[in-house]
């Protein structure tokens, strides 16, 4: 059974930089044809797609986030991170990690909330 | 970006009623439309892939319908556990965009 787990920061300053890492157990994060991806949700409110990498390490984002975001993957660590840079009130979330395949995201981590305050 | 469209936003239901939440992409999606349930407090969890395919470990009373621009999740005889908020989600093309939510309310 494929677990996964975000860790990281709860809090961070605005102007800064957020950074979770999503550990994944349960198989291995290379075997497979899978995506891994990152997905947010405001309090209250709906599900935002931040994005994706595959493996291989090519990686898709959102626009609306494309120049603060990245996504990269360790695999010898069987992790995958998201970095995102200049947050503001507006990135305050629950961060989700989750596996794809191949464009359900059918294993979810528990999701950890970031809150952006000073 | 795709837009998703569902509706109603929110409806109240009893057990054993037959329920129907619709979603509409702003352009052809194809079948790459995904349905998911979130109870408060916990993350997503899948139920429908390609349009109409129910993910494993799902209860049958869940199916999904549609192609192009209009899809649909049917709950059959919602039981207790069934109240929770859904979200469609476009995986044709990126960004993927959900739908704002239906939230299923006990009558």
């Known amino acids: 059974q494929v677990q996964l787990q975000e860790s990281g920061p709860g809090l961070v300053k605005p102007s800064q930089t957020l950074s979770l890492t999503c550990t994944v157990s349960?198989?291995?994060?290379?075997?497979?044809?899978?995506?891994w991806t990152w997905i947010r949700q405001p309090a209250g409110k709906g599900l935002e797609w931040i994005g994706r990498?595959?493996?291989?390490?090519?990686?898709n984002y959102n626009p609306s986030l494309k120049s603060r975001v990245t996504i990269s993957v360790d695999t010898s660590k069987n992790q995958f991170s998201l970095t995102l840079t200049s947050v503001t009130a507006a990135d305050t979330a629950v961060y989700y990690c989750?596996?794809?395949?191949?464009?359900?995201?059918?294993?979810w981590g528990q999701g950890t909330l970031v809150t952006v305050s000073s | 970006d795709i837009q998703m469209t569902q509706s109603p936003s929110s409806l109240s239901a009893s057990v054993g009623d037959r329920v129907t939440i619709t979603c509409r992409a702003s352009?052809?999606?194809?079948?790459?439309l995904n349905w998911y349930q979130q109870k408060p407090g916990k993350a997503p969890k899948g139920l429908i892939y390609?349009?109409?395919s129910l993910q494993s470990g799902v209860p049958s009373r869940f199916s999904g319908s549609g192609s192009g621009t209009d899809f649909t999740l049917t709950i059959n005889s919602l039981q207790p556990e069934d109240f929770a908020t859904y979200y469609c989600?476009?995986?044709?093309?990126?960004?993927?965009?959900f739908g704002q939510g239906t939230k299923v309310e006990i009558k």
């Open positions: 989750a596996r794809v395949v191949p464009g359900l995201l059918d294993y």
């Open positions: 390609a349009a109409s």
């Open positions: 349960g198989g291995s994060i290379s075997s497979g044809s899978y995506y």
């Open positions: 989600q476009q995986s044709y093309s990126t960004p993927w965009t």
């Open positions: 990498i595959y493996t291989s390490g090519s990686s």
């Open positions: 352009q052809s999606i194809s079948s790459y």
